[in-house]
């Protein structure tokens, strides 16, 4: 009972791990994508504005 414990804890430490990595890598995926959209619209309103 105990290894079972153990495996699935190792299984539960790891997972959380994975989730928290893949959460921190979305976020930063969607803010970069959102800069580059600000910046395009920015650009694209000076090329208007001429």
């Known amino acids: 009972m105990s290894i079972c414990n153990g495996y699935f804890h190792r299984i539960h430490f790891w997972y959380v791990h994975y989730l928290r990595l893949y959460g921190?890598?979305?976020?930063?995926?969607?803010?970069?994508?959102?800069d580059?959209?600000?910046?395009?619209?920015?650009?694209?309103?000076?090329?208007?504005?001429?």
């Open 24 to 34: 921190s890598f979305v976020h930063v995926n969607v803010f970069v994508s959102h």
């Open 36 to 50: 580059a959209s600000t910046r395009i619209q920015a650009k694209a309103v000076r090329l208007v504005r001429r």
